[in-house]
């Protein structure tokens, strides 16, 4: 990136960006345990790729998690990382529930890292796009009636 912003855009006018895949997550239940754990899925799917762009390190929930596994950014490789983008994607087909895992989980990998059983981040405001979210009936609805289209309107527009 660095290169391409100093020899190139002014002349090309170009953007460059990160469109990372992830699921989307939702708390299994209205615990805080479920909560925490469905911000700790996020930051483990998405956040693992985009915070070192926003924030020039790994999410923290990592850090605590992961500890001295976790790779560690040098202070100038922290410093080129952050804004290191004009924009960011984001792509995701699927949304699963998290459930809190006890943290005396004894496994160790990317799953069981998370501490969270999937059963569906914190960007600073810059350009950003769903890519790839695919809306095949734009008039079709529910079984109770509702329009989809009106729900993927909502949808697309929280934060």
Known sequence: MKLYREKYQS?????????????????????????????????????WFVDPLTNGDYPRNMHDVVGGRLPKFTTEESEMLKGSYDFIGINYYTTYYAQNIDEDYQSVGFMSDARANWTGVEVPERNMFMVQNFLVRTNATDASGNTVLGDFGVHIQQE
């Open 11 to 47: 002349s090309q006018g170009g953007q460059s960006g990160i469109t990372p895949v992830s699921h989307w997550f939702e708390p299994y239940s209205n615990s805080e345990a479920d909560q925490t754990a469905t911000k700790r899925s996020l930051d483990f799917m998405l956040g």
